[in-house]
């Protein structure tokens, strides 16, 4: 099976900068979300999508993040203008309806922002 | 607000000996929780779960984790560690009510030495 894909790997930005993440979830999984992980502290939830509608994005700082799943499917996350505090592993992570519990979890995109 | 305490942030330990990571949470609702591991260069992935019954659930890798209500705690155990249990450990949970929703501890990084 599949895992979470995601892209890129690594990006390295100056500050004010835009930048884009690309996340495509397991095949069939309802449920994405993107989380962000500041070094040296867990996961935080950033926002959670069912198919294409948004659950809980409480914690996405919408100033100058904002995602999108177009069609139920992949996900892109966008930071713009980008500030020194964004740089963070942003892990995507989906789950399906049999088991919403289940988080399977991407490698991540680590942002470093200079 | 909900939040997740890990008291260890880093532990070193010899293979052989046992190990106990602590986990608390504040909330005093109907709660789920979990324990997520990531291994160098790995994702993350899920560990142990407990969601209801048995208060003592055994995960993957010879580990456990013991659901203690009144004190909020969900404490991870091995008996004998070994050199590959070296990795990050995530304690989580999601409250009723809360769409799957993880909240995270901040994680804590076990070394073991051969």
């Known amino acids: 099976e599949a895992g979470v894909a995601q892209s890129p790997r690594y990006k390295i930005i100056e500050k004010r900068q835009s930048v884009a993440f690309w996340c495509n979830p397991i095949?069939?999984?309802?449920?994405l979300y993107w989380y962000q992980q500041i070094l040296g502290q867990g996961p935080k939830l950033l926002i959670q999508?069912?198919?294409?509608?948004?659950?809980?994005d409480s914690q996405l700082p919408k100033d100058r993040f904002s995602a999108e799943r177009l069609k139920g499917v992949d996900s892109t996350l966008k930071i713009q203008p980008a500030k020194l505090e964004d740089s963070a592993v942003y892990l995507c992570a989906s789950s399906s309806p049999g088991t919403p519990e289940k988080l399977f979890f991407g490698s991540g995109t680590q942002l470093s922002v200079l | 607000a909900q939040s997740v305490s890990q008291h260890n942030h880093h532990v070193i330990l010899s293979e052989a000996a046992s190990l106990e990571l602590g986990c608390n949470y504040s909330y005093g609702g109907t709660v789920n929780l979990f324990w997520y591991v990531q291994y160098p260069g790995q994702h993350l992935q899920l560990l142990l779960k407990y969601f209801s019954g048995d208060p003592l659930v055994k995960g993957i890798k010879g580990f456990e984790a013991e659901f203690i209500k009144s004190k909020f705690s969900f404490n991870l155990r091995k008996p004998s560690v070994q050199w590959s249990d070296t990795a990050e450990y995530f304690c989580a949970v999601s409250f009723s009510g809360g769409y799957n929703k993880l909240i995270f501890g901040a994680g804590t990084r076990l070394a073991v030495h051969p």
């Open positions: 999508f069912q198919n294409n509608g948004v659950v809980d």
């Open positions: 095949s069939g999984h309802a449920t």
